[in-house]
């Protein structure tokens, strides 16, 4: 006797279903969806943070949380195909950062 689960009807499942837009209409819009995952994120940040010894009351901590907040929502936003104007400055940010990265590379040889 085993203790395993036949599966293969829940992966077939996934396969099939449409991750585009999704809309979680038995769970709530998919913007309130967005905002609760964004925000889940962000407190478990913060726990880890206040784990290890950081001052979660601290007033530049908590600015610096906001902040990396707006940017977590951004990127749960282009998962849920969502529209959100950081999208943007995050695709600009990241080809900075890999233009730079291959600059630096290309120096180092």
């Known amino acids: 006797m085993t203790n ?36 889940e ?4 940040i ?8 950081f001052d979660e009351t601290n007033t530049k901590l908590l600015d610096d949380i906001a902040f990396i907040n ?13 529209e959100n104007p950081l999208i943007e400055d995050m695709d600009f940010i990241m080809q900075e950062i890999n233009e730079c990265e291959e600059t630096d590379n290309f120096a180092q040889n």
């Open 70 to 82: 707006m940017y977590i929502q951004a990127a749960v936003d282009r998962q849920l195909d969502l």
């Open 46 to 53: 913060l726990d880890i943070l206040a784990y290890h010894g």
């Open 41 to 44: 994120i962000t407190y478990t």
């Open 4 to 39: 395993l689960i036949d599966a293969k009807n829940i992966f077939e499942l996934k396969k099939e279903a449409d991750t585009k837009g999704l809309k979680f209409a038995a769970y709530r819009d998919t913007v309130e969806y967005s905002t609760e995952v964004a925000t």
